[in-house]
Nanobody
Framework: QVQVVESGGGLVQAGGSLRLSCAAS???????AGWYRQAPGKQRELVAA???????DYADSAKGRFTISRDNAKNTVYLQMNNLKPEDTAVYYC????????WGQGTQVTVSS
C-alpha cells in the first residue's frame, strides 16, 4: 500500500506559476508516475508522466509550459506549471504505478483571467 498526498495547488492569476508536489509514503525509485487533471464536467486527463528512468511525456496542452520531475530521495514527484491559463483550472491528481495504481486526493488549481 502506498499513500499519495498532493499539495501546492491554489489560486493564481493567468500567466502565473505553481509547483505541485506528490509525496509518497515509500520509495518511488522504480515507480512510474503521472499528473492528471479533471475539470468540472470533463473526464480526467493525463497532463504529464515520468517513468523510473526519468523519461517524460506531456499532453499537447502542457508542452512548453509544464515540467514534471522527480526526487527519489524525497519520494516526491513535482509538476512545475508556468504561464498558467484559465483553462488549466482543475483538480490535479498524482498517480503512482507501483504497478498497482495509487491516486492521491487531488489538489485544486484555479487560474483567474
Amino acid at each position: 500500500q502506498v499513500q499519495v498526498v498532493e499539495s501546492g495547488g491554489g489560486l493564481v492569476q493567468a500567466g502565473g506559476s505553481l509547483r505541485l508536489s506528490c509525496a509518497a509514503s515509500r520509495s518511488i525509485f522504480s515507480i512510474n508516475a503521472g499528473w492528471y487533471r479533471q475539470a468540472p464536467g470533463k473526464q480526467r486527463e493525463l497532463v504529464a508522466a515520468i517513468n523510473s528512468d526519468g523519461v517524460t511525456d506531456y499532453a499537447d496542452s502542457a508542452k512548453g509550459r509544464f515540467t514534471i520531475s522527480r526526487d527519489n530521495a524525497k519520494n516526491t514527484v513535482y509538476l512545475q506549471m508556468n504561464n498558467l491559463k484559465p483553462e488549466d483550472t482543475a483538480v490535479y491528481y498524482c498517480r503512482l504505478m507501483a504497478p498497482t495504481n495509487y491516486w492521491g486526493q487531488g489538489t485544486q488549481v484555479t487560474v483567474s483571467s
